[in-house]
Structure formats: C-alpha cells, structure tokens
C-alpha cells in the first residue's frame, strides 16, 4: 500500500473510529509526508494538535495546503502560517490567501507577491486584496510585455482597476 492509501485511511479511521488514538493516528499521518490528509484530519477530526499540524505541513513546503489550512482549519496561528507561505513563493496562494485569510499582512505579502513578477495574480490581487498598490501592481503587467498582456487588457476592463488607472494617469505617472 502506497502512502497516499495510508494517509487516507488514517485520516478515515479518525473520523469514523470512535475507539481512535488521535496522539498515535497523528504521528503515523505525519510519517506518511501526505499534506492532502494533514490538512483534512485539520478539518475533520475531532482532536487535532494544530500546531504540530501547522509544523507538518510547514516542513512539506507545499503552499496549497499552508493555504488550505490557514482557511478551513478552526485554529491556525496566521504569524506562523504567513511566513512559510511567503517562502514558498507561490503566487498563486500568497493571492488566494490574501484574498480569503481572516488575518494577512498585506504589506508583506504585496512585496512577496510582486517579487514573483506572475502578472496573473498580481492583476487577481488587484480585484480582491483590501489593501493594494495599483501603481506598483502596474509596473510588474508592464514589464512583463508577453505575459502581462491580457491581464493589462483585463486591468482596462475591471471597474476597480479602471478606477485606480485612471487616478494613477491623473496624477502623472510616477514609479
């Protein structure tokens, strides 16, 4: 039986068996390095060290499951969270979980997420984020000229982003 078929029966048996030892059934999950099943017995069982969990699925360095956990999971310290996620460098969930989080540093996260230069999820940011820098944001879809391209296109599109372009040109562009 391969790990993922471990992991998943673990995960199964913590929430069906009513005889499960949570301590045991947690460090076998772990042993299995499978972050899909970490992140669920987060969601699902009824006894989850979340921080152990947390530092599980830190040291996996999976982004998408960082990012899961930090939105589904009833406990999950944010600090700790947000700076494993920074250093994956996935723009992708440094997006999602700016947009979705209950906690994020924004500051921290706009610089994470320009340094990645994806100028898809810096225009996605752009539409969701709370707070955001559209002149900044604006320099990464024009220097990318091939990539950033149709999200330029979609920035001309967006009312929020036609907003903050329009105020920007007003204002004398100024990078």
């Known amino acids: 039986m391969d790990e993922k078929n471990i992991a998943e029966n673990i995960h199964k048996a913590g929430i069906f068996n009513k005889d499960f030892d949570y301590e045991k059934g947690f460090e076998?999950?772990?042993?299995?390095?499978?972050?899909e099943y970490i992140y669920r017995a987060g969601r699902f069982w009824k006894f989850f060290d979340y921080e152990k969990g947390l530092d599980a699925l830190i040291q996996i360095n999976l982004a998408r499951y960082i990012y899961y956990a930090g939105k589904e999971w009833k406990v999950f310290n944010f600090n700790k969270g947000f700076d494993a996620l920074m250093k994956t460098k996935s723009s992708e969930f440094i997006f999602y979980a700016g947009a979705y989080w209950r906690e994020f540093d924004f500051e921290t996260g706009f610089k994470?997420?320009?340094?990645?230069?994806?100028?898809?999820?810096?225009?996605?940011?752009?539409?969701?984020?709370?707070?955001?820098?559209?002149d900044k944001a604006?320099?990464?879809?024009e220097k990318n000229i091939?990539?950033?391209a149709k999200w330029r296109g979609k920035a001309f599109e967006n009312p929020l982003w036609?907003?903050?372009?329009k105020?920007?040109?007003?204002?004398?562009?100024?990078?």
Not at 138 to 141: E, G, M, N, P
Not at 162 to 165: I, N, S
């Open 112 to 134: 994470c997420l320009i340094e990645t230069g994806n100028p898809e999820y810096v225009f996605r940011a752009g539409t969701l984020w709370r707070v955001f820098y559209y």
């Open 167 to 175: 105020r920007i040109w007003d204002n004398g562009f100024n990078p």
């Open 28 to 35: 076998d999950l772990v042993a299995t390095d499978e972050p």
């Open 162 to 165: 036609k907003r903050e372009l």
């Open 138 to 141: 604006w320099q990464i879809l």
């Open 146 to 148: 091939n990539s950033g």
